[in-house]
């Protein structure tokens, strides 16, 4: 088969990390994030390293502008995982170095005019998107996109990307004219785990649950954040997935409403400051306070707490066992907070 390179490209730089020629027709779609807000040129200059052992064949800067490295003719080293690579054009996009990895408003649609453009050129008629990662990896019902994390334990394309792979799917079909059938409503069971009004309290559960290993996400309803573990399309594996949210202590219960995507935020963690009644440990070695002389040894690994504090002279009192008292001044850089 003949093909062809897109014509999207302004910057060209080949890898030599890459397998001449694919053995698959290219028939699937795989996006990565970058994890950089990064230029077509400094990933290029990243896959020309043969030790970087890695390379796409598209790469999308934070400008818009797209980057070739590997022909569409040859597999990029990009999924981890080579019969992936074989049939699937690749596509990193510039994102965010932080959770959940968000593209920018310029790089999405440039990524939605080149997989529209892949598309045509390689007679892919309609993408198809399942959150079924069976159905991914084995291309069941047409499924014809998928993700690095089905092959390898990372976030990639990260949660920003992942949870628009719907919406991409619909859009690039729209672009394509693609005949869809007479839709038959399919029932998704959600396991929903709490709703809030005030998003920063979704923040916390979803936390606590993520902290716990479930895959968690979060979608509004109206004015309520509602947090969800899963969504499936056979009702007992929903249920098996509400027993083993109850298991671990968090309230579950079915539902089918879905809602639009949201992003989920660490929450914040308040700055603990030291202050009278506080309890400190003395850091190892540090001196009395204006004095180049060190405390005995036994004094470091006790907790004291605060006596008084002027400026930055905090005079630390009892030990909390009530056993030694030592009314020493200390430098405030010198403590350590306790609680």
């Known amino acids: 088969m003949g093909y062809t390179n897109s014509p999207l490209v302004s910057y060209t730089k080949i890898s030599p990390n ?18 950089g807000q990064c230029s077509v040129e400094t990933l290029g200059e990243i896959f020309a390293k043969e030790s970087r052992q890695a390379s796409s064949n598209y790469g999308i800067g934070f400008d818009g502008r797209i980057g070739m490295y590997v022909e569409e003719k040859d597999r990029s080293w990009c999924s ?29 649609a440039a990524l939605l005019d080149l997989v529209t453009d892949i598309c ?7 993408l198809v998107w399942s959150t079924d990662k069976n159905q991914r990896v084995n291309h069941l019902n047409g499924c014809n996109m998928t993700v690095h994390r089905d092959y390898a334990n990372k976030s990639c394309p990260g949660d920003y990307l992942y949870n ?11 672009r394509l004219n693609a005949e869809v059938a007479p839709e038959t409503p399919k029932v998704l069971y959600r396991v929903q785990t709490g709703a809030f009004s005030v998003k920063s309290n979704a923040d ?21 954040y509602k947090v969800q573990v899963g969504a499936f399309s056979v009702k007992a594996n929903a249920d098996a997935m509400m027993k083993k949210l109850k298991d671990a202590g968090f309230e579950a219960f079915i539902t089918t409403e879905s809602g639009t995507p949201v992003t989920i935020e660490a929450p914040k963690t308040e700055t603990k400051v030291i202050k009278v009644g506080s309890k400190v ?42 056993k030694y008292a030592i009314m020493s001044p200390v430098k405030l850089s010198d403590l350590t907070i306790v609680e």
């Not at 005995?296 to 630390?316: A, C, E, F």
Request: hydrophobic share 35%; with cysteine; charged share 25%.
């Open 204 to 224: 916390a559960l979803a936390a606590k649950l993520k902290a716990k290993g479930f895959d968690t996400y979060m979608v509004k309803v109206g004015s309520l």
């Open 120 to 126: 045509k050129r390689n007679g892919i008629k309609k």
């Open 281 to 322: 440990k003395i850091k190892q070695n540090a001196p009395v306070y204006g004095k180049t002389t060190k405390f005995q040894s036994w004094v470091y690994p006790l907790t004291w707490i605060v006596h008084s504090m002027n400026g930055d002279r905090v005079v630390v009192n009892k030990d909390t066992t009530g």
């Open 18 to 35: 890459k397998t001449s020629p694919r053995n698959h027709k290219i028939d699937t779609i795989t996006i990565h994030c970058v994890v």
């Open 80 to 108: 981890s995982n080579a019969a992936n690579d074989h049939r699937a054009i690749t596509i990193e996009v510039a994102s965010d170095t932080t959770h959940p990895y968000a593209v920018n408003d310029k790089a999405y």
């Open 164 to 174: 628009r792979h719907g919406e991409i799917a619909a859009e690039v079909n729209r």
